[in-house]
């Protein structure tokens, strides 16, 4: 089963900067491509950003764009999310999840189970 542990939320003003972690859990992360996820107070979950098993391949929802980076660090079985210029809106709580691909192009479709997330917090 695949399981991932995310880490490095925070309370942050806006303007600022965060990094999240995702790190697997008992398998090995290389083979999947792998999405960050949000879910905001009073909003769906959405897709925040995801990137292919050998992080050629990266995709971004619009509002994170320019802001965002997606990363991955297969020897540390970890993938990263830097986020930047953050904005009240970012507040979340934030997860990973392995994702679909489509040959060698990542989805935000998630499959299998979901971590606890991390909450980010953007407040003055």
């Known amino acids: 089963q695949l399981q991932f542990v995310e880490s490095g939320g925070g309370l942050v003003q806006p303007g600022g900067s965060l990094s999240l972690s995702c790190a697997a859990s008992g398998f090995a992360l290389d083979s999947y491509a792998i999405g960050w996820f949000r879910h905001g107070p009073g909003k769906e979950r959405e897709g925040v950003s995801c ?3 050998s992080g050629g ?3 971004y929802a619009d509002s994170v764009k320019g802001r965002f ?3 991955r660090d297969n020897a540390k079985n970890t ?3 830097q986020m930047n210029s953050l904005k009240p809106e970012d507040t979340a709580v934030y997860y ?3 994702v679909r691909a ?3 192009m ?3 479709i998630p499959f299998g189970s979901w ?3 991390t909450q980010v917090t953007v407040s003055s």
């Open 106 to 108: 990542c989805t935000m």
């Open 115 to 117: 971590g606890q997330g």
């Open 69 to 71: 980076t997606i990363s």
């Open 96 to 98: 990973c999840a392995a």
């Open 102 to 104: 489509i040959q060698v």
């Open 79 to 81: 993938v990263y999310l």
């Open 51 to 53: 990137i292919s098993s």
């Open 57 to 59: 391949s990266t995709n």
